[in-house]
């Protein structure tokens, strides 16, 4: 019998800094002139921009307003279910910590340290007072509670714990959405309309949801369009390709202006949840198309060898093909989120005050202002780019662990 392989790995690098910066900048005489022309070009470019930053931007607007940018109007006095809402959050991260590790590891020391330095930031943010900071600190706390419950019994076996990290996050999700909006039978959690949630609530709240619904409603457009049933796959044909042949803000505009037209005068459906089913709808489109490219590059052997082993179609297909479908096309996945994430801006244009819609409103709404937009548009980019990224940095990390495009 030959012996098994071991897989050797390429010796680490012992350059260290100075040998790398010779070995990679320093090399020959024309990228040393390369590297010094460069570093000369950068210093240029970002000496009046850091200037610019730290001296003579006015960034008041944000400062003022970052209640307006976090949650929108909702209520004041009703403020704690956002703090505890969030604190959820952190704990669920804390146990995909201890479980999972990894990807999750550094997303929740991120918010551990993001959120611990955050709250002794020595700026005078309005509606940033002391209570509001000891809500942010007690996030990092919340992360350690978190991991500590990997320790529990139910936690021990592996297959299990990732099956109740899973559940854990949707229930949390939905328990979030429940004390978010309240209950009106409740006295100490009275409803707050959704026509009060803004900003970055606003925004998770459209790309979370729009995610999670768009994601399994994809996949079962794309397993009827391959469908032999005639009648099924004419309408998930009919269905992806009309959605995918318009814009995302004409759905909008539809669900917001002519959908309530055809609606009984008592029955009105709030705008949110308007706005909710068109990203929904039009996100499934494309997803069930990229779901459709990972079902064709498996193999059909795959399939013949699941029969032989005795499977019937539904077992075959979601205990063999799919996954090997849903694995070969997380990169386009990944992008299909991230896109979605970036269109929720586009509620804006239908009067859904998001993040984007929030700074319009500051800008264009307060004179003394006015002169102060590009201030506030980079803030909102910085925002979108550090969630996108972390986003990219997680599907990454994701393809890296299955070992996605390897051979």
Not at 67 to 75: D, E, I, R
Not at 113 to 118: E, Q, S, V
Not at 265 to 273: A, I, M, P, S, W
Not at 305 to 320: D, E, K, P, Q, V
Request: glycine residues 8%; positive net charge.
């Amino acid at each position: 019998m030959a012996a098994a392989r071991e897989m050797v790995m390429p010796p680490a690098s012992a350059l260290g800094p100075a040998g790398w910066l010779k070995a990679k900048l320093f090399n020959t005489w024309y990228n040393s002139l390369l590297t010094v022309l460069m570093v000369t070009a950068l210093f240029l470019v970002l000496k009046p921009t850091l200037i610019w930053v730290f001296s003579a931007a006015d960034w008041s607007p944000i400062t003022s307003n970052l209640k307006l940018f976090l949650v929108g109007q909702y209520p004041l006095d009703q403020m704690w279910r956002v703090g505890v809402s969030v604190l959820i959050f952190s704990a669920v991260f804390g146990v995909a910590w201890g479980v999972w590790g990894g990807v999750a590891r550094n997303f929740a020391l991120l918010i551990a340290i993001g959120l611990g330095a955050l709250a002794f930031v020595p700026l005078s943010f309005e509606n940033l007072g002391l209570e509001a900071r000891l809500w942010i600190i007690a996030n990092p706390v919340a992360v350690a509670l978190g991991y500590q419950v990997r320790r529990t019994p139910l936690m021990r076996s592996g297959a299990a714990s990732s099956r109740w990290v899973v559940i854990w996050a949707l229930a949390s999700f939905v328990l979030v959405l429940v004390l978010l909006r309240g209950i009106s039978w409740v006295p100490w959690l009275p409803q707050v309309s959704t026509g009060a949630w803004g900003g970055l609530l606003l925004t998770f709240l459209l790309a979370l949801v729009g995610i999670l619904a768009s994601f399994p409603l994809g996949v079962l457009l794309a397993l009827g369009r391959r469908s032999d049933l005639p009648v099924v796959k004419g309408l998930c044909v009919l269905f992806i390709e009309l959605v995918r042949g318009v814009p995302l803000v004409s759905l909008l505009f539809m669900t917001q202006v002519i959908v309530p037209l055809f609606l009984p005068e008592e029955l009105r459906v709030d705008r949110v949840l308007r706005a909710l089913f068109a990203i929904t709808l039009f996100s499934s489109a494309y997803m069930a198309e990229n779901i459709r490219g990972g079902l064709q590059a498996v193999p059909r052997g795959q399939v013949e060898a699941a029969r032989a082993l005795g499977m019937n179609g539904f077992h075959s297909m979601f205990f063999i093909v799919l996954p090997q479908a849903l694995r070969a096309v997380i990169p386009t996945i990944a992008g299909q989120f991230i896109s979605l994430f970036k269109d929720t801006s586009l509620v804006a244009t239908v009067g859904l005050l998001d993040v984007l819609g929030i700074g319009k409103s500051i800008v264009l709404g307060n004179v003394e202002w006015v002169g102060s937009q590009r201030e506030v548009y980079i803030f909102i980019a910085l925002l979108f780019w550090v969630f996108t990224y972390s986003m990219s940095y997680a599907s990454r990390r994701l393809e890296s662990a299955l070992g996605v495009g390897q051979r």
